[in-house]
């Protein structure tokens, strides 16, 4: 059956997998989750190069594994975590679409928009779902799925992460991922668990990939992620962070620097007529 809801979509589940060098069990448990949580992570990059053109990129499930699947580009949330949501169905998983809030600076929760895409993932013999999150561009953001759970510390993959619930009006709880950084917790985003549909997510994908206000039609926002450390090219800054959590940063000098440093470092290969550094 999970096959032919990958074909019916085209979706290739085994192009996915060996895109992101997935060779483990594909059955639907929480080691799966876990492991082909990071391994994406690890191999897919988050870039927002259609954005700084301000045109809004495909949430087609073909055009996504032309994107990031068989070229060497990335994507940013909606494209990440809708590709993975068809990766989870076709292993099996059930699963919801989240609208979060990124809050991250925020001095209210209700201040911020809902534009960003999350998934709550249902897992068999699990007591709750899994939060799960591949798109999240920010250091804080989770490297493996994590029960949702309050209260509880979660070691994922060496980062640090936590869920709590916030006070708020509505009838729904509204939960709020933390990450441990810098001797002390830091709101990431928050939801609510109902669900929210493609329809949904082309309209706010539309919204932030082409509005002259969006912080992604602004400046080049790309990142990777390793093992051993977290890149991120934002604007002319590099900053690299290693996993003894040590920051090193400096100044891009031209558009001919940044092209190199997308294909050396992320693995991206820029759209001609692309301009990076603006």
């Known amino acids: 059956m999970a096959e032919d809801i990958a074909d019916t979509v085209g979706f290739d589940l085994d192009a996915y997998l060996e895109r992101i060098g997935w060779e483990g069990e594909r059955r639907a448990d929480a080691a799966t989750l876990?492991?082909?949580h990071l391994a994406h992570m690890r191999a897919i990059p988050f870039e927002n190069l259609d954005a700084l053109r301000r045109t809004a990129p495909s949430l087609d499930p073909a055009d996504l594994m032309?994107?990031?699947v068989r070229s060497r580009r990335g994507g940013y949330c909606y494209e990440h975590n809708t590709l993975f949501s068809l990766a989870l169905e076709a292993l099996g998983f059930r699963l919801t679409r989240l609208a979060a809030r990124v809050v991250v600076g925020a001095d209210r929760v209700e201040s911020r928009p809902r534009t960003h895409m999350a998934l709550l993932v249902d897992v068999p013999g699990e007591p709750g779902p899994y939060l799960a999150d591949v798109g999240f561009g920010a250091l804080g953001a989770l490297l493996e799925a994590v029960p949702l759970t309050a209260g509880v510390e979660f070691r994922d993959a060496g980062r640090r992460h936590r869920l709590a619930h916030l006070?708020?009006?509505g009838p729904l709880e509204l939960w709020v991922l933390q990450a441990y950084a810098e001797g002390g917790w830091e709101n990431q985003y928050a939801f609510t668990p109902e669900p929210f549909e493609t329809p949904d997510?082309?309209?706010?994908n539309w919204h932030i990939a082409t509005n002259p206000r969006s912080p992604f039609t602004q400046r080049?926002?790309?990142q990777s992620v390793s093992s051993a450390r977290h890149?991120?090219?934002h604007g002319r800054l590099l900053t690299e962070t290693?996993?003894?959590?040590?920051?090193?940063k400096r100044e891009v000098t031209d558009e001919a620097e940044a092209r190199r440093l997308l294909d050396e470092e992320f693995g991206i290969v820029a759209p001609e007529g692309t301009v990076l550094l603006g």
């Open 167 to 169: 006070p708020h009006r």
């Open 66 to 68: 032309a994107k990031l």
């Open 242 to 248: 290693p996993a003894d959590g040590s920051v090193r």
């Open 201 to 204: 997510f082309e309209v706010i």
């Open 231 to 233: 890149l991120l090219l």
């Open 220 to 222: 080049l926002y790309v």
């Open 34 to 36: 876990r492991g082909v």
